[in-house]
């Protein structure tokens, strides 16, 4: 079956501009999470979904990152006045079962803010 | 605090060697999942094993091999007969269960495996 995907794939911004980066997590799965990894480093959590519910924001850096799931499948990451150390890559992952199941993981969108 | 570390940046080894990719974690929680993760070059994030706390059996999987032991907060990977194909970055993680299973990752370790 299909995994997760995501897209745009590379993303280009200027800086100050706004950008949404999309994520079709894998059929069925009622659980979603987007990290942020930065070059050389480890997958850092963002926010959480369970279904349309955003349960745990707690890892988004600032007030610009908002994420939203409305009908419970496709996500959206936007973030707003894009800076430069927002530049990295972006990971959408989803999962069967949020406590024990193994989270399936996109190919990630890579941002670079210029 | 929860934490995961990888020592080790980057090793290199030759084809068929052996390989023990380390991964030491902090928790306070009694009931928490630890995972393994591949990032090939391609950059998408491959799941290999999950074990949970209550589960200190080593497993083995093919030419992969993982040793959990609490006493040490350890939970070190080993591949057998190494081969190029598994030149990868690889990264250990660890959940909580009452935190609706975010993962915190460790900062991975680049393996690079020459023939």
């Known amino acids: 079956g299909a995994g997760v995907s995501q897209s745009p794939r590379y993303k280009v911004a200027k800086r100050g501009q706004d950008v949404a980066l999309r994520c079709d997590p894998i059929s069925g799965h009622v659980s979603l999470f987007w990290y942020q990894q930065a070059l050389g480093q480890g997958p850092e959590f963002l926010t959480y979904?369970?279904?349309?519910?955003?349960?745990?924001k707690s890892g988004l850096p600032s007030d610009r990152f908002f994420a939203e799931r409305p009908e419970g499948s496709v996500s959206t990451l936007k973030i707003q006045r894009t800076q430069q150390e927002d530049s990295a890559v972006y990971l959408c992952a989803s999962s069967s079962d949020r406590l024990r199941g193994e989270q399936y993981f996109g190919p990630g969108t890579r941002l670079t803010v210029t | 605090a929860q934490k995961v570390t990888q020592a080790q940046t980057e090793i290199s080894v030759v084809e068929k060697e052996d390989v023990t990719l380390d991964c030491v974690y902090e928790?306070?929680?009694?009931?928490?999942?630890l995972f393994w993760y591949k990032q090939p070059p391609s950059g998408e994030l491959v799941f290999l094993i999950r074990r949970n706390s209550f589960d200190e059996q080593n497993e083995i999987s093919g030419r992969y091999s993982w040793n959990f032991q609490k006493s040490t907060s350890s939970f070190n990977f080993t591949i057998t007969a190494s081969q190029v194909v598994d030149s990868a970055v690889y990264f250990c993680?660890?959940?909580?269960?009452?935190?609706?299973?975010?993962?915190?990752f460790g900062q991975g370790t680049e393996l690079s495996v020459k023939p």
């Open positions: 979904f369970q279904n349309e519910a955003q349960l745990d």
């Open positions: 993680a660890l959940s909580r269960s009452n935190q609706g299973g975010k993962l915190i």
């Open positions: 928790t306070r929680d009694t009931t928490y999942y």
